[in-house]
């Protein structure tokens, strides 16, 4: 039976700014959000003083109910859930769940990840998509299950990535395109017009010609089966420069962990992050992972095959700045 989005009563799960778009879109939608879960409160700052999400501001500020476990399985956080009576479950930027959270309202809960999946699984879609230097990435809707990122696709959109976007600029584009592709796909749930798209069968490129063109043009889905690439968490061996990787690799490394936590490489036995880069492409004449510097315009670093230019950068005790300033003030 066909229904409106506001007959739909649904809880948000959300933690950080990016999620806050998508809540955001969902109340001035006319949606019927009858509670928000979020992260509970956290010391942060000098003075160690209880901080509140992003989510949490914004549903208090709006009225929404809110909840913040300690612990998803806690019996009495998931009675307190039980009883908003949900029909639906929107989780966007949150914690993994339990089976017995994400299969607790008749309607499942719906999942907005930042890649086209089932390119991407993982903690971070966007960093992984710009350090591989993709032209094309976007946004999924999706039902859990119990396997991490693998459950049903609902709808899917996708946008371009620019050569010198950084993962930052990708984030809060995204977080816009996932807020619009969120509404629609609830709307679409309600009115019963989704046709849910299993990830197993653009794997096995065997996905019928409803699979949308977002999902063809990042997993060549077709007659044959579909190479996966995956986004676990950054750790800090990742953001560590291997200077004898191409100057695009290294490029796009720096761009797919600006502007947090930032790529780095050392300078004189101190640590060196570098948030924003240009390519040289020519025969280096010094050795690979060498400085060179006129001392007032420019610092770069040999690869084998050019250059890497160093353009925003925060050396360690020191706070970010551009390239002159820092060169104004530092000595080699």
Not at 8 to 31: C, H, N, Q, Y
Not at 198 to 226: K, L, M, R, Y
Request: hydrophobic residues 45%.
């Amino acid at each position: 039976m066909s229904r409106q989005l506001n007959d739909i009563r649904i809880v948000f799960m959300g933690t950080p700014e990016f999620a806050v778009a998508s809540l955001d879109a969902l109340v001035k939608a006319g949606a019927q959000v009858v509670g928000v879960v979020t992260a509970p409160d956290k010391p942060a700052g000098r003075g160690m003083k209880l901080t509140e999400s992003a989510v949490k501001k914004y549903a208090v500020e709006h009225g929404l109910p809110v909840l913040q476990p300690v612990k998803l399985k806690d019996a009495e956080f998931q009675e307190a859930l039980r009883a908003l009576r949900a029909d639906l479950q929107v989780v966007v930027a949150f914690r993994m769940l339990p089976e017995a959270v994400w299969n607790m309202p008749p309607m499942g809960t719906l999942n907005v990840h930042g890649s086209l999946l089932p390119q991407y699984r993982g903690a971070a879609p966007i960093n992984w998509a710009v350090i591989n230097g993709e032209k094309v990435t976007g946004v999924t809707t999706f039902k859990l299950q119990q396997e991490i990122d693998t459950g049903h696709i609902l709808l899917q959109d996708s946008f371009p990535i620019g050569d010198d976007d950084n993962a930052g600029i990708v984030h809060d584009y995204m977080k816009e395109v996932g807020a619009k592709l969120l509404v629609k796909t609830l709307e679409g749930l309600a009115a019963g017009t989704i046709d849910e798209k299993p990830q197993e069968a653009i794997i096995a490129g065997t996905a019928d010609a409803g699979v949308s063109g977002a999902v063809a043009t990042a997993t060549n889905a077709g007659a044959q089966a579909v190479e996966l690439k995956h986004a676990p968490k950054i750790f800090t061996e990742t953001a560590k420069i291997d200077w004898n990787k191409s100057v695009y690799e290294i490029h796009n490394l720096i761009r797919g962990l600006s502007p947090y936590p930032g790529a780095f490489t050392y300078l004189q036995d101190k640590t060196l992050k570098i948030f924003r880069s240009a390519k040289e492409i020519t025969p280096p004449s010094i050795p690979v992972g060498t400085a060179d510097t006129n001392g007032k315009t420019y610092l770069k670093f040999a690869c084998p095959d050019g250059y890497i230019h160093v353009l925003d950068l925060q050396l360690e005790g020191k706070k970010r700045m551009l390239i002159d300033d820092f060169l104004r003030g530092f000595r080699f």
